[in-house]
Structures are given as C-alpha cells and as structure tokens.
C-alpha cells in the first residue's frame, strides 16, 4: 500500500459529516464485488430497500439509494418532479435552503424563496400566510436538519399546510435520518433524500431518496423527460424493482454494500434507542459547553441533536481552535458556512460519533484548545 | 456480519464490467474515513489527479474524478458543454452511442446521430463526407471502446475531421482506459470520462473526465448555467484546484482511496506493460474460442481486447450457459443488448482479470458449460 493510504490515520469525525464509521461498514466495503445483475446481488438491493423503508418509516415502492452523494438525491427529487415553468416555493435559512433553490432554478423551476434568519426555523405561520398570496405553487420544499445553522425545521407542522395547498412536499433529510424520527407516511412528504456519511456512518456516495403514490404520479405524467439521464427515476425504478430488473447503469456494489451493513447496525440497535443515544449525546456535549462559557447559536426548542452550532467567542481565532483539535487531537469540527463564517463553530454528533465517550474526549480536547 | 454479506461468494467477473478487484484496492475502501476538506485528503486528491493525468497521458489541469458511476461521467460532459440549442453530432454503433444521444437531447442539444452497423467500427470516411453538409456542429461525440459490440472504434482517425471542422471532441473512454492507449493530448481530444469498473478494477462508483484547455473555455463561456448543479465543473473545479478549494459537495472518502490504490497498481506496472498484458490475454482467449468452434462478432482489426463479443451458437440456449457459468463455476460473462440480445455473450478481460489463468480457467468453464 502506498505512503499516503497507509498513513491515513484515523480522525474523530465531529464535523458536519462525514461521521466516523463502524467497523462492520468498513468489513462491508471490502467484500468482494459481484455483478449489479447478479441475483445474490438483486437479493442485497431488496433488502436495502426495505431497511431503508423501515428507517423512513414509509411504505412507498419507490425508495432506494442513488448512486451519488447526499447533493446528488437533492437534485434527483427537483429533476423528477419539477418541470420547466413549474411554481417551486423554497423556505430557506441556510446554506442548503439556498443550494435547493440554485438547483430548482437551474432545472427550470420558476422558484420563489420565502427567507428566514439563519439559526432561527421556518414559521408555519409565515409559511401558511405567504402560501395563500398568489397562484398555486406545484412543489414546496424545506430543509429538515439545516446543517449550516443546526437547526431543526418543524416539518411535521408544515406538512399539512403545504398539502392543503396542493403542492408537493419535498424534504431534505441528508442530516436527520438515523439521528432523529423522520415519519415519511405519517407526516405526507412527497418526496425526500438523505446521504450515507452523517447518521447512517456510511462514507459518502449514496444517496437514500424515497417518493409517495402522488409523486410518483407526478412522475409518470410528466410533459417532459427528467433533464437528467443519470438521475431519470422512471429508468432507474426499472432496475430497483419487479422481476425483469432492466440495466441502467452499473451500480456501486461496494458503496451499496456499505450502506447494507450501516442500515442493518442501525435498525439491529432500535431506532428509538440510536434516536435517545443521539439526544443524550447532544445534551451532554451542551452541558459541557455551557461549562467552558461557550453559548449555543440556536434556541433549545430548535436544536438538532446531531448538529450542534457553537458561537466562537469574541476574539478567539476559530481556524487555530480548529486545526490545534485536527492535530493535537485528531478532532475535526466544522468552520461556520456563509453569513455565520468565523461566527460559529459545526460540531457534529452523527450516527457511530454520538457517544459519551466521544463527546468527553472531545470537551478536553476543546479546553485545551481554546486560548 | 448479516448472512447476506457474509455469503458473498467470489465471482470471476468476465462480463462487461464490474471486473475483479485486487485485494490492494478492497484494503483501500476499508481505511478509515477521513473529511473531505481534511489537508490528508487534499494530498490524496492531487494525487489521484496527477495520476490520472498520466494515465489518459495529458496535461489538462480540469481532469479529476465525478462522483458517479461511468454513465454520469457521460452526462457530465454533455452537461458541462453543451447548451440548449447546440447542434451535437453523435456517431452511432452501440447502446453507448445512443445513450450519448439520449442524455445529450435531453440537456437540451439539437443532435443528429450518424449511424453504423453494429459490431462494425464507425467509417471516418462516411464521418467527413457527414460533417462537410449541413451547419457547423458544436459538438462530435464518439465512443472509444463500445462495451456492447466489443468495437474500436478509430477515435484517433476520427480527431483531425472534429477539429478540422470546428467542433469540440467528446469521447467515451470507460471501458478502454487502462486496458488500451487512450492519448488525449496526442490525439487532441477534448473532453472524455471514463468510469472505475472496467479496467482500471476499482468497484464501480467514480467517472473519471478531462477537459482540454478549449472544453474550458466552452465551459467559462456559457450563457446559461449547467442544467445540474450536481456536476457543474464550473464549481467543481474550485474544490479540485488551488489553494482555497471551496466545499461543494461531500466528496466520495473511501471510493477515492480505492481509486487511488488501482491508478498505483496500474502505474506501476507500467502502462505499456499492462496493455500487453490485455492484448495476450485477449489472443489466448480468442484462439481457445476458434478451438471450440465459436466466431467472433468483430473483424480482427477492429477488436477490443477487454470486451470479446462471441456468436452464440444456433440452438445454444445462451442463458442457460450464462447461468451454468455462474451458479457451478463461478463466472459472470455478459449477454448481448438492443439487437444483439440473445446473439453474443460478451466477454470482458478488464483490468484485473486479464491474466492467462483466468482465460484458462473460462474455457475450460465454457467447455462443461456449452451443450
């Protein structure tokens, strides 16, 4: 092995992803590739569809994982179901609210925003409000975990509001899934997508997207084809599933194995249980902040458990905190995205990270690190 | 570790890819994940590239790895330059031609495709007598190795034609290489990708591409923005390049140790060496196929070495030997696609598999496998 690969050495992953990763996925990885036409293979991808069904809490045939990272099942849910001139409502306070309304605008979406400050969550009310003022929008999309800010979105409280006015209910669960509830069925979202390398502890590369009955209609009616080949759900569903499994393109086997391996950790723990070790975690880790002085960005009520935004204080050079945790202590944490940039530090408690012990070493690693 | 992982049983892949994986690379998945914007990691990255620069022997700055499978190593290439109205020129001899077609109309090009039978290489004849009626074209497209006929296509007789012409040169390398000479400078290619299956033996997941200096400025001087945002080398590029590498999506970690781990191998070896090394073992197969009485579907000259596309015999059930080949000796060959279905099998010496024992231990399979 050359120098490079074999003197990575390991790193306590406390960023905004990736999160650290568990034995039994790195073991997954390196098991042998066999053919995406395989039927020892087709075996895998079924079961991968129904844990990541469990995990989603939904019903919905058509979920599955997309062959590329956590952006690429962004862009898979605007390209399948938006169509050029279709009214896009995109409820933004972050940096990936933004990225959803570059991406719907680039697929020709006609996209409004409606903004809120960062490190504060989107108001139902606001929402109800501005959704009664104007012409009915096709598709109304919101950011679950805005892993820029830490917040949490109350998307069980838009739902409702977003199906009484007739739109589709886009979610982005890149950072909750496998950290916290994320109810599909129950809560009428039409479509979201999450990623491998936050709470799953997968590493990066795939991207879970699940879709309802009314998007899947959407879908299959669409006036145009998905702009995108690579990314075409009426093609790849053709693949995922029914006995005739049409190629499309060939899949990641070893990345799908991965994936395999981390949901099967998950649900074998109890997704009540990996949700309450996330919480205990999360307190813990404030608990430990408030010690030091530091105070939290976000108000308690809206806090994600796993993501955790931390303002830097008042003359403290946060790159040096960052790099002394990254090489004294083989730490990483995040630096703060867009406005919040040398405001807070992203410190990430996802999946296999989400344990005592982690968050203790990285509280002395902190003090030691702060001037 | 779950019955189905563990049961994984190790094929010979000798279909149209994925083909095997030396245990370096499955040793490179399994290092431990690091972040995407960790310094470690960076160091990898520009390796990788440098690596890959040397492989496709060019010295374009744009050549870096997608993170997507082959086919989004296509899409992004057209996606990054072609725009809505461009006329595009696509030469047809295989699924692979009319994939490029369908992914380049939907981004929105105006394409023609020129056409030629299949398992019979493209004509540069009938390709300059095309170019010299009609407008001026933006765009020609060709595939290098086409995986579904097992052609050659001519792409370094068909370079002087595109740019005598005017047009930007696009091809498709994904299965040649590292299995055979592919000289971008040399041949004044334009922008090509590849995928990591075939024969550089890493487990399907990245697209390797490269943009010639006049791809870039194409690129640069758009009009519109590119359709994905997933793959718009305007934004990657800042995250592959220079000294302030800007964050755009979560990089695929342990996907690139492993190409990182099968570009060292390949180098190391030697390209020469490893080309010799694809074409011995195609004669070896090739001769063993004629002793058995079987025909190949391509002339001599216009062979591919790592994919072999071999008649089916009249009255041989081609499944059913796919099947034996498979279930009791533990080889994947291909079948056929489109017209070709149930006509060839499609035998794949990439990367990896192509070694003496292994055409040795094919033919005696195919042997007790044939009726």
């Known amino acids: 092995m050359d120098d490079l690969l074999r003197d990575i050495d390991a790193v306590l992953l406390m ?114 409000q501005h959704l009664a003022s104007g012409d009915r929008r096709a598709l109304v999309a919101v950011v679950h975990a805005e892993t820029s800010t830490g917040v949490r979105n109350p998307v069980e409280h838009l739902a409702p509001l977003v199906r009484a006015h007739g739109a589709l209910y886009l979610v982005d669960a890149v950072t909750s899934l496998g950290g916290a509830p994320v109810d599909v069925d129950a809560w009428a979202v039409d479509a979201l997508y999450s990623g491998t390398q936050k709470c799953l502890s997968v590493p990066p590369g795939l991207a879970p997207v699940t879709l309802s009955a009314r998007a899947v209609d959407k879908l299959r009616g669409r006036s145009s084809k998905v702009s995108s080949w690579y990314l075409d759900l009426n093609m790849i569903t053709q693949y995922w599933e029914g006995a005739s499994r049409v190629y499309h393109h060939t899949a990641p086997v070893n990345m799908l194995y991965g994936l395999y391996a981390g949901l099967q950790l998950i649900l074998d723990e109890g997704l009540d249980k990996v949700h309450a070790r996330h919480t205990a975690a999360h307190a813990r880790l404030v608990a430990g902040l408030e010690q030091l002085g530091l105070e939290m960005l976000v108000e308690p009520d809206f806090r994600l458990p796993m993501l955790n935004a931390v303002r830097v204080p008042a003359n403290v050079d946060e790159a040096a905190v960052r790099r002394r945790l990254l090489q004294h202590h083989r730490i990483e944490i995040g630096a703060g995205l867009g406005p919040l940039a040398g405001q807070i530090w992203r410190i990430g408690l996802m999946g296999h990270t989400a344990r005592a012990e982690n968050v203790d070493r990285f509280l002395t690693a902190l003090q030691d690190s702060l001037p």
Chains 1, 2 share one sequence.
Not at 18 to 38: F, K, N, W
Not at 85 to 91: A, M, S, T, W, Y
Not at 104 to 124: H, I, N, S, Y
Request: hydrophobic letters at 40%.
């Open 15 to 128: 960023g905004p992803g990736p999160s650290c990763v568990p034995p039994q996925v790195y073991e997954a990885l390196a098991r042998p590739t066999i053919g995406h036409m395989d039927p020892a293979f087709i075996g895998i991808m079924d079961r991968i569809k129904v844990m990541l069904q469990e995990l989603m809490r939904t019903t919905n045939p058509v979920t599955l994982p997309m062959s590329g990272t956590g952006s690429a099942g962004m862009e898979t849910c605007f390209a399948n179901l938006v169509e050029p001139g279709d009214r896009v409502l995109i409820l933004v306070n972050g940096v990936f609210g933004q990225r959803m309304a570059d991406v719907a605008a680039r697929l020709g979406g006609q996209v409004e925003t409606l903004e809120f400050d960062w490190g504060t969550p989107v108001d139902p009310g606001a929402v109800e």
